[in-house]
């Protein structure tokens, strides 16, 4: 097993082109959560757009449209009333990554949305309850997997799909074995592992990480990164280091709108 450092993916880390533009950098969708729940898809949305993706939008349904509206403004809206709308914007080829689960609900919609983005072959991040909703059938989601997919769980998330963690590093390498997606074990020590048997630490995340929805800007993160084209472990291994970085340089009094804000700091310290 590796520690996480720069030197490991900083070669595929996404740089910007004098000659390119914003439909160069890619296009990440946030699955919205409803109406009470926006906050989760806003900070992961601001998050994909800070760490370079061209275009972030936020799908959601109608019912929500004004929350994100009024609240977003860099990022886009895509209003998807239902599991046919959302399948005709999956078919958009120039949508290159997808960032579902935060505060998404732990529903069939959910699901629904899920099994669309994996059938369209979408490089994709599924966290929080678009892992939640498969507790009673992990392998209906196993099976779903073709595309370049990272799932984000905590250990309770974990544990839902793929029992009780006894030992963080082999659970999670038979978890990404099972799965055939990449799985970040969230933590302390962030566990990155793969199916063909890659793992690697983020050791020792600052304690101030542990906040209300620092993991949505880490699911952010990582699917910015993966819209730009980045390799999913590549991009989950960079997704963690840069989110750990940023809390170290903010320092105490961290919230998790400041992750998104310093990431640039963190950019411009490593050549991007």
């Not at 998050?47 to 275009?55: E, F, T």
């Not at 998807?80 to 579902?100: G, N």
């Not at 905590?154 to 082999?170: C, D, M, P, T, Y």
Request: net charge negative.
């Amino acid at each position: 097993m590796t520690d996480n450092s720069p030197d490991l993916w900083l070669s595929a880390l996404p740089a910007l082109k004098t000659d390119g533009s914003k439909y160069d950098r890619g296009h990440c969708v946030v699955l919205g959560g409803p109406v009470a729940s926006t906050g989760a898809a806003r900070l992961a949305a601001r998050a994909a757009l800070r760490i370079g993706a061209g275009l972030v939008s936020v799908a959601c349904d109608p019912s929500s449209l004004i929350v994100y509206a009024t609240a977003l403004e860099a990022v886009m809206t895509k209003v998807v009333r239902d599991e046919a709308a959302f399948a005709e914007l999956m078919a958009d080829r120039r949508i290159t990554a997808v960032v579902l689960g935060p505060a998404a609900g732990v529903n069939e919609r959910t699901k629904a949305f899920v099994l669309t983005t994996l059938k369209a072959e979408k490089a994709c991040v599924l966290d929080a309850d678009a892992l939640t909703v498969f507790k009673d059938e992990p392998t209906e989601l196993f099976k779903a997997v073709r595309s370049p997919v990272l799932l984000t769980p905590h250990e309770g998330e974990f544990a839902r799909l793929f029992g009780k963690v006894i030992n963080r590093e082999s659970d999670a390498l038979q978890a990404a074995k099972a799965s055939g997606a990449v799985v970040l074990l969230k933590g302390a020590d962030t566990i990155i592992a793969a199916p063909d048997g890659r793992m690697v630490v983020n050791r020792a995340a600052p304690p101030t990480l542990a906040t209300a929805g620092s993991g949505d800007v880490l699911a952010g993160f990582a699917g910015g990164l993966m819209a730009q084209g980045m390799d999913v472990f590549d991009a989950a291994c960079a997704a963690a280091w840069i989110h750990a970085e940023c809390a170290r340089l903010f320092g105490p009094g961290l919230i998790s709108e400041d992750l998104s804000e310093i990431a640039p700091r963190v950019l411009s310290q490593l050549g991007r």
